[in-house]
């Protein structure tokens, strides 16, 4: 990080996460949370990421289904280059085919001429995405979830990642982290308003998936995918069962189950494969919240959110 880069992050605001053992801070920029290690590559993307029109943006916040997003991008836009066989998908965790713009920006623009797909991943906000990708019209893909799953994916996520007990990241310290916004990329809410603000000015531009919606409804949200990403399916290919083939190649129980993901780890990375990869289960939060803290999200959800009409 070069000095002044570093000079600049100590000056922002700081929180010790106290539940995590104090083995993580987070540092706040433009109005999120986030990893020192985050925010420098966040900052590196907003100066240097050129976003080309035939970009595809994967756009999320943590532990909202970005693995099942990326998967069922990849997917889709390389089904030509690749029998079902024969897919990366099988043999790598897909975070590892998706660039990610806050890690991998360099490697990104240094690709730019070799590589066909146009897929990027971030976690950034909205108003915090480098200015080239509102400039160059490309389009978005949002992805939200159900705000109890959230806290409960992203508790289990960090707690794992620090290699802590659950008796030694006492829930309720997340929770109430959480509520006060500092998560990662939080609060949550915002970064789910800045999305619906924009995807409302550009409806064109920006497409908002729930993740609860494409568990439910898989066929027609892939579909629904496939064609704002500009590579929809032909009448042949659904006859075919294309579409239900992807659907099957990016379920929770295939990926999950697969050698690459259940005991790999990437090259040169810290975390292991298996932690994207839980229970991927709607309504886990009964098993962890009390009656008070899911009144206290609700009514926080409802004063935050409510006027959008999204249900969370
Ligand atoms: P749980 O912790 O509730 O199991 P992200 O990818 O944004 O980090 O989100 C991770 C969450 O998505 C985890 O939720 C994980 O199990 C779930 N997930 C991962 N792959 C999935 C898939 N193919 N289908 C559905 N959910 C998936």
Redesign the pocket.
């Known amino acids: 990080m070069s000095s002044s880069m570093e000079e600049v992050v100590e000056t922002l605001p700081q929180h010790t996460c106290s539940w995590l053992k104090g083995k993580i801070t987070m540092h706040k920029y433009q109005d999120f949370w986030t990893s020192k290690q985050l925010l420098v590559g966040g900052i590196l993307a907003q100066q240097s990421f050129k976003a080309e029109p035939s970009d595809v943006l994967l756009c999320?916040a943590?532990?909202?289904?970005?693995?099942?997003l990326k998967?069922l991008a990849f997917a889709i836009v390389t089904r030509e280059k690749y029998d079902e066989s024969a897919t990366p998908l099988l043999t790598k965790l897909v975070h590892e085919c998706v660039p990610f713009l806050e890690r991998q920006v360099e490697e990104i623009e240094g690709n730019r001429k070799n590589s066909s797909l146009p897929l990027v991943a971030t976690h950034l906000p909205y108003a915090s995405l480098p200015n080239s990708v509102a400039a160059s019209n490309c389009k978005i893909v949002y992805i939200y979830r159900n705000i109890k799953?959230v806290i409960?994916?992203n508790y289990?996520?960090r707690r794992e990642a620090m290699k802590l007990s659950m008796e030694d990241a006492p829930f309720e310290e997340a929770f109430e982290e959480f509520c006060q916004g500092i998560s990662s990329y939080g609060p949550y809410w915002d970064h789910i308003l800045g999305y619906w603000k924009a995807s409302l000015e550009t409806p064109e531009r920006i497409l908002f998936l729930k993740?609860e919606d494409l568990?439910r409804k898989p066929t027609s949200n892939v579909k629904r995918l496939a064609e704002f990403i500009g590579h929809p399916f032909s009448v042949n290919e659904e006859k075919a069962g294309v579409v239900d083939n992807i659907i099957k190649l990016?379920?929770?129980e295939n990926?999950?189950n697969l050698e690459v993901n259940k005991t790999g780890k990437p090259e040169g990375g810290s975390l292991e494969n298996r932690l994207?990869?839980?229970?991927?289960?709607d309504g886990?939060w009964k098993n962890y919240f009390t009656d008070e803290m899911k009144e206290k999200i609700d009514k926080l959800t409802d004063e935050k959110l409510g006027h959008t009409g999204l249900v969370l």
């Open positions: 999320s943590p532990k909202t289904g970005t693995t099942w998967s799953d409960v994916s289990h996520f993740y568990k990016c379920s929770f990926l999950s994207y990869y839980r229970k991927a289960e886990d």
